[in-house]
Structures are given as C-alpha cells and as structure tokens.
C-alpha cells in the first residue's frame, strides 16, 4: 500500500482570463493531516473543487489512490473514498439529520431498485446495517440530541458538525474539510480540533484541510502548504510555513512597506 | 402529540410507527373492501376516481414534491396510458398485461421527457415538461390511425381472465387493489436510499453529487417513476370512462394535477390523495353551493374556474403545506387539548434567495 | 410573395408574444418570480380598452393610456394584496399562485352579465386600414404591434440598463435580504414592476384585440409566449422580444408549408430545441453557484 494518498502534478485551472490555480504540486501521505492556508482568493477552495471534480484542470492533474482522477464524474469521487464539507454549508434542509447522515453512506448501498420497491428482507437488513452505521457516526460527535431535527432549524455551529458527521458517514479514506472553524466561537473550534485528532487517529482517515485559523492549524496539521493568488508559496510543518519570509510578505506585507509607512507619517 | 418511545431501529424503518398507525389505517383498508356494500353506487364511483386521481397524484408527488422536479404537462403521461391500454384492450389483451405495457410505455416517454431535466432546472424544466405536454397531446390527435384521432376512441372492459369487473363493484375492486399496491410500493421506495437520493437532489444537487449519487441517473429514474404511476393511472381512467379523447389530456388536465399536489400538500404521500378528495369533490360542492348564490354568480359557466383560482391562492398563502398540513396542525391540537400552542407549525420567515445560483 | 405575407403576419403575431414574454421576464428580473397570469391580465387589458371605449365613450387615443394606467393600479394591487406575502416560498408554489389569479381572471370576466361569455369587437380606428407594400399587403394592425413592440423595448431597455431603479430592481432580485440592508426599498419596487408588467400586458391585449377580438379565453396565447421568454433567455429584455419574433416567424411558416397541426406546436419544438442546444437562450446569462 503506497503512502501517497493524493498527489496534485502542476494542477492548474483557468476560469476565463483569471488563472485560479497555477502550477500547484503537493502530495498527501496516508494519515496525515495536511492543510492549505493563505489569504482569500488564494485558490484553495478551488483546489478542493478540482479534487471533488466539480471542476476540471486545464492543464496538470491529480492521483487519487494511483488512480488520475480527470476522466472520473464527480458523482463517482465518493466511491473511491474522498468525501467532503463545503464551505457555505449545502446540508438538506428540509429532511432531518439523521436522513442527511442516511444519504451519505449512499455509496456503500447494495440493494437494487426492484428489490428496494418490494422492501424485501435484504433491504430491511441493509437499512438496519446502514442505520448502525451512521449511529457511530452520531455517537462519534455527539450530535444524539439533533438526530431528528430538521436541518433548517439548527443554530450554524450545530450545522457545521452535521456536514462533517455527513462527510464521515460516507467511511472515506480522505476527508477535505472546507474551513471547518469559520463561524465558530473558541469553545466550537477547540470541540473541533478534538475531533480532527480523533478522526486522524482512531478512524485512521486522511485529512486535507483548508483553514484560516493559525491556532488551529498548528494544534492538528502534519504539514502546512501556503498557497497565494493560486501558487504554491511554502511546504512543511506550520512552525516552518509560520517562520517562512515569504507567507508573512503574502499575509502581512513585507518589511519594505512597514518602513515606507513610517516614512510618510 | 404522542411521545414515540423509540427502543429499535425497526420503528424508523417501519411503514406503521407506533400501534395507532396500525390501528387507524387498518381501519380505513377494511373500510375500503367494505365499501361497496356500505355506500351507494354513485358514491362508490367517485371514491374510484379518487382512487384513479391519488395513483396519478402520487406519481407526481415523487417528482415534484419529492425530487423536486416540476412536471407542468403531467397530463401527458396520463393519456399515453389511458390510449396504451385502450388500445391493448380493444385487441383482447388481459388486464394486467396491458396494464404492465401502458405503465412501461409511459415510463419510456418519461425517460424521454426527462431529458432536458438532466441539463436545465427550475422553470425552464417546467417549461421543457409543458412543451412536451402540448406534443403529445397533439400526437394523440394526429395518429388517427391508432388512436383514433380527435373524435376519440372507445374503451372496452376490463379483461381480468374472465373476471366480470364490467360492474361499478368489480372495477371499484381493481382500483382499490391497484391503488394499494401503488401506494405501498411508492412508500418502500421513498424509505430506501432512491427515496433519499430524490430528496438529496431536491435539497442540493452539488452535495447530493459529492455523496455519490448519480444525478442524470437518478432524475430519470424519478421521471420514469412518476410517468408509470401516471400510466397505470391513465389505464384505469380509460376504462372508468368508457370513452378517451385527446382533449382529456391537455394542459387544463395538467394544471389540475399540479392543483392536486399543491393543494394536497407538497412532499407527503397523504397529499396525494388529499388531493384528489379534493379533486373529486370540488365540483360538487360548487354544484352544490350554485342554488345558494345569485343567478349571475351561480350559473356563470367560470365559477368553477374562479373557485380553483380562489383556492389555490388561499392555500399558497395560507396554507402552504396543503390539506395535509392543516390535517397535522388538528391532528396535533386535538391530541395536545387544551395545550396546543399557536407558533408550533410557524415557519421561520424566509428570504428570496435567487434560484439561479443553486 | 406569399412567403413575405406569412412571414410579416408571424412577426406581428410573434410580437404580441414578446409582449407578453416581456411582462414576465420583467417580473422575473425583479424578483424572480415567475408570473402565469400575463396572459389573462393582457385578456383584462383588452376588456379594460373595450369598457373605455364602449363603456366609458373615451377617444381612442385617451382609452389606451386610461386602460394601462387603470392595468398598472390593478397590477400593483395584486402584487400587494397576493404577492407579497408569499415572497420567500419556494419558487414553485409562487408559480401556482400566479395560476391561480390567471384562474380568478378568466373565472370573474365570463360573470359579468352578457359580455362575459361573448367575443367582442374592438372599435380601433385604425382596423379597417391596410398598406400595400410592393405586392404584400400589411394590414395596420399588424404594423401599430410591430412599431409600438419596438418603441416599448427600447423604452424598457433604457430604464434598466441605465437607471438606478432598474439596477436597483436586479439587485432585489438576487438576494432580497442583502438588497433591504442595501437600503433598497424592495417592496415598493416589487409594486412598481408588477404595475410595469400589468401595463405591458395591457399593451399586448390593446394591439391584439382588433385581431383576434376581445373575449374569455384570449389568455391562453400567453401560454406561447413562455418558449419566446426562454428562446430570447430568461432574464434578457430584449430577448424577450426577439424570442417571440422567432416563435412568431417559425409558427407563421410551419402553418404554411407543414402539415396540419404542426403550427400548434412549432413553438413548443423550438423551445425544446433552444433547451437542448442553447438552454440559456439567445440572450440568457450563464451563472453557477459558487461552493
């Protein structure tokens, strides 16, 4: 078994004259946490969304398992085991939450539509199964008390916590989490940083993170990858992107600026 | 409201979730097999037209209320079946042979029809839908040689192996047998994963995408659904009225169904049929109601129009959850009596958020 | 020459559909919703214009604005009364809404004693002229649709391309609550376009009914203006317009050269085509959501 989950070869996209992703390479090791900071508009978003195939690279590619992913449709990605969040929440909002967490262990169903009409005895049992299932997941995040509220009732960070409980339902091998502290206060964020870590290590799945929280990425990543105006800036634990010249110029501005600054006033 | 106690997985997965399910419905069932030696013959016809009506209602419910695909020329599917059968009936075909043929064949139409769902959404799918609904409608009337043509076409009884169901009795019994078998196998269905897959897709295509449903394959499973339902529907209509026409199945007939839907209640299987109660019986309450209003109000031949209009209005802003909801808020009160509180079914204020950017 | 004959006559007609087409998609660009009633309140302006000049004795030429403005006051009622309280629904219950008033519109015309049920003249002054033109003959009801489509376009074009209630009427229509904190005042706007709407439908009764006459059903033509609305592309004004010239054309040549019954639905077969081909429309925006 390789240890290169995922690997981005000079991914680059190009959305009418704006070239949202240049050149980007990283690779993901199986079990690791891996995240993409850098400021808004840096394409990191866009990242995901080429992995998730809702977008296709116009030049590069991506391995997915030693698999291309480029030819793959993107209903198919949940089946080779990457599942995902987004980053303004798109739960179903009118079903409950234990029908969302029952929708994502979709690509695990076996029972065909003639037999699914006629609710035959293997269906029973595979929705028991699939029941079971989704229960760890509910029991794993806490989320017991929410189970049959309607998704448009639920305060945000609660939401926030049902689209990753989605996610984890689908028993992924990576997991891409699209900012999953914004909108959270202290109290959330930390519940979610327990969470990644447990994901990471008592469920074994990879998780490749987007983040803007400088707090958190340090308390869970493995590696740090910088990214600005769609190109890769640095790569390495977030004690090394943190110190990196270059990520600071991009988030701060340089220490030319500062002086000019003084100079004026 | 009853507190469920919930000590299995069974009770969510069951069609009957506590023992006053049971209890209620069985009663309606033996009620229906009873009924055609309880009600006079009139009655007896209408409650099978709402039998026929609910079938067809249901169908569009999956679509609609469920995948949240909206179909505005559904009457098409409608007389496909009923022509389907017609025809295969007049060749001496046993009932639940042509029966089978006219709801594959309105599903294959449906497939077709389904089509541009695959590549356009909202009001342009229903547009899509209500220009297949004129096509068909004049396809009917242009092939005289199957189907007679504008001047209609006979329909012969059913051929049930010899069964005498020419009888009010014995077609009231096909129905009710058709009507639960639809209905049972609609629920098996919508509380399996393709129930919760059309339910992802009316959600929120892109996550109902990102958890490995197929879209193009789903929508069209949904339409071909939708379009047996109405099939078999339309079998039966055929044979109740003796006597089809292309006319039958224009977009008069499709506005009523949709009527049907959203009156009954959006997303419910009982809406269905609360629609078709409410189909059915409209036209005799205004009948009724006629010798109570002044002449140039009680026999103006728009009144029933204009009562429809009324009521799909009064329903929209109103009562947007259809028949269905307003049942669930009495269902509710008489079981919390005296507690009931007024916000229990209020709806949170919402915003327009543009549909085109979904 | 026969040809040029239909051809004129399916772009008159077709401009009557662009009309309609026109009402609706201005609704739709204010608050995408989309409005089944544009036919049956083109049918109450027709009747509207009939009352003024029958009824009431106006002059012609008083008994057109008399009958828009008397539109405009019931359009605006109605997007008071019905309208705005089911704003924020899911668009498609909007949309029965709309049915329904279409459904209250055609029921409350056939009541009224005598007229209600009857197909009715309209005393247009110009009705009985007709133009020669190098062999094809135009009659002047047909070339009042065409140039008074044309004056009405252009008209609307310019109020939403460069005045800042028309900016200000996009806006409300793509994220209402964002366009209130905007200090837009959306409901009074939501009046306006439904008013703007009536008024154009007004127009589309007023040309059409020295035509095909004043009567109940007249609405049903509006049903042909909804392939004109997506050919042109939902949210485009001029599209709307050239849309339905296209339907108008098509429909015109297919009732001359194919067989029976295909007039009747050479719109519905563009608009499948436009949706499998081009299914933004001519003039449509292309838009995706953002994840």
């Known amino acids: 078994m390789s240890d290169i989950l995922l690997a981005a070869h000079n991914l680059s996209v190009r959305f009418g004259g704006v070239l949202a992703v240049n050149q980007v390479s990283f690779e993901v090791q199986r079990g690791e946490v891996f995240t993409l900071i850098g400021p808004n508009g840096a394409g990191k978003t866009t990242v995901f969304n080429l992995i998730s195939r809702i977008y296709t690279p116009t030049a590069g590619h991506i391995d997915f398992k030693g698999q291309t992913l480029t030819q793959v449709p993107p209903h198919a990605v949940a089946g080779l085991g990457i599942a995902r969040t987004f980053q303004n929440i798109e739960l179903f909002e009118h079903a409950s939450v234990l029908q969302n967490l029952l929708i994502g262990r979709h690509v695990h169903n076996r029972t065909g539509f003639w037999r699914q009409l006629l609710f035959t005895r293997s269906v029973h049992e595979a929705e028991l199964a699939t029941r079971r299932k989704v229960e760890e997941v509910i029991d794993f995040l806490d989320l017991q008390h929410y189970r049959d509220t309607l998704v448009a009732g639920l305060p945000y960070g609660v939401r926030k916590v049902v689209e990753l409980a989605r996610a984890l339902s689908t028993e992924p091998d990576l997991l891409l989490l699209d900012e999953p502290s914004s909108g959270l206060n202290m109290e959330e964020t930390s519940d979610m940083a327990f969470w990644i870590q447990d994901i990471q290590h008592d469920l074994g799945i990879t998780v490749l993170m987007v983040e803007h929280d400088m707090s958190l990425v340090s308390k869970v990543s493995d590696r740090v990858l910088a990214m600005n105006q769609g190109e890769v800036l640095a790569l390495g634990t977030p004690a090394q992107v943190q110190a990196d010249a270059a990520v600071i110029e991009a988030y701060l501005g340089g220490a030319d600026d500062a002086a000019s600054l003084r100079r004026v006033a | ?358 | 020459m026969q040809e040029l004959q239909v051809i004129f006559s399916g772009i008159a007609q077709g401009c009557i559909y662009g009309l309609i087409a026109l009402g609706f998609v201005l609704i739709y660009k204010a608050t995408e919703t989309v409005s089944f009633a544009q036919g049956e309140l083109m049918m109450l302006g027709a009747f509207c214009g009939l009352a003024c000049v029958s009824g009431l004795g106006l002059p012609y030429g008083l008994a057109i604005p008399a009958a828009m403005l008397a539109m405009a006051a019931l359009g605006w009622l109605t997007e008071r009364v019905v309208i705005r309280p089911v704003l924020g629904q899911p668009a498609f219950s909007i949309v029965m809404l709309t049915i329904g008033i279409g459904y209250v519109a055609r029921g409350l015309i056939t009541m009224i004693p005598d007229i209600g049920t009857e197909t009715l003249a309209f005393p247009a002054p110009y009705k009985d002229t007709v133009f020669t033109l190098g062999g094809v003959v135009l009659g002047a009801t047909q070339v009042v649709v065409v140039l008074a489509t044309a004056a009405l376009s252009l008209m609307l074009f310019l109020v939403f391309r460069y005045s800042r209630v028309g900016i200000a009427m996009q806006a409300a229509s793509q994220n209402q609550l964002a366009a209130y904190y905007m200090g837009i005042p959306v409901k009074r706007l939501n009046g306006l376009v439904w008013a703007l709407a009536a008024a154009v439908a007004a127009v589309a009764g007023l040309l059409l009914a020295p035509i095909t006459f004043v009567h109940a059903n007249m609405g049903f033509i509006g049903l042909k203006a909804f392939p004109a609305a997506v050919v042109g592309g939902f949210g485009s004004l001029p599209g709307a317009i050239v849309g339905g010239v296209i339907i108008g054309v098509v429909e015109a040549l297919s009732g001359f050269w194919l067989p029976e019954g295909f007039k009747d639905i050479a719109a519905y077969i563009v608009v499948l085509l436009m949706l499998v081909l081009k299914p933004n429309g001519l003039f449509g925006e292309k838009l995706r959501k953002k994840v």
């Open chain 2, 1 to 358: 409201m009853r507190f469920i106690f919930k000590t299995d997985y069974d009770q969510d997965i069951r069609i009957f979730k506590h023992g006053g399910h049971v209890f209620w419905y069985g009663l309606l069932l033996a009620f229906l097999v009873a009924a055609p030696w309880l009600i006079e013959d009139y009655w007896l016809a209408q409650m099978t037209f709402v039998m026929i009506y609910g079938v067809v209602g249901l169908g569009l419910m999956v679509l609609a209320g469920y995948t949240g695909l909206f179909s505005m020329g559904h009457a098409a599917f409608l007389g496909v079946g009923a022509y389907t059968e017609a025809v295969l009936a007049a060749k001496g075909w046993p009932f639940p042979v042509s029966l089978a043929v006219a709801a594959g064949l309105s599903a294959a139409v449906g497939a077709v029809v389904g089509l541009p769902a695959l590549r356009v959404k909202g009001i342009y799918l229903g547009i899509a839908t209500l220009s297949f609904g004129f096509i068909v409608e004049e396809g009917l009337a242009r092939w005289d040689s199957v189907t007679g043509g504008n001047a209609g076409m006979h329909v012969k009884a059913i051929n049930l192996f010899g069964l005498d169901t020419s009888s009010n009795e014995g077609f009231y019994g096909v129905c009710l047998v058709v009507t639960v078998l639809s209905t049972l196998a609609v629920i098996n269905l919508l509380r399996s994963p393709t129930g919760r897959a059309f339910v992802a897709i009316r959600d929120s295509e892109i996550s109902a995408q990102s958890m490995g449903i197929h879209l193009a394959r789903f929508k069209t499973l949904s339409f071909m659904i939708s379009a047996a339902l109405a099939g078999v529907g339309g079998a039966l209509y055929a044979h109740k009225l003796q006597f089809i026409s292309p006319d039958q199945f224009n977009i008069l007939q499709s506005v009523d169904l949709l009527l049907l839907v959203v009156i009954g209640g959006l997303g419910s299987v009982h809406g269905a049929f609360f629609g078709a109660i409410f189909l059915i019986t409209m036209p005799q309450l205004i009948s009724l109601g006629k010798d109570f209003l002044p002449a140039f109000i009680g026999q103006a031949p728009g009144l029933q129009g204009l009562v429809y209009g009324l009521v799909l209005i009064a329903f929209v802003m109103f009562e947007p959850m259809g028949l269905y909801g307003r049942w669930l808020k009495i269902r509710t009160w008489i079981q919390l009596f005296p507690f009931y509180r007024k916000g229990m079914f209020k709806r949170q204020k919402s915003f327009q958020k543009s549909d085109r950017l979904k």
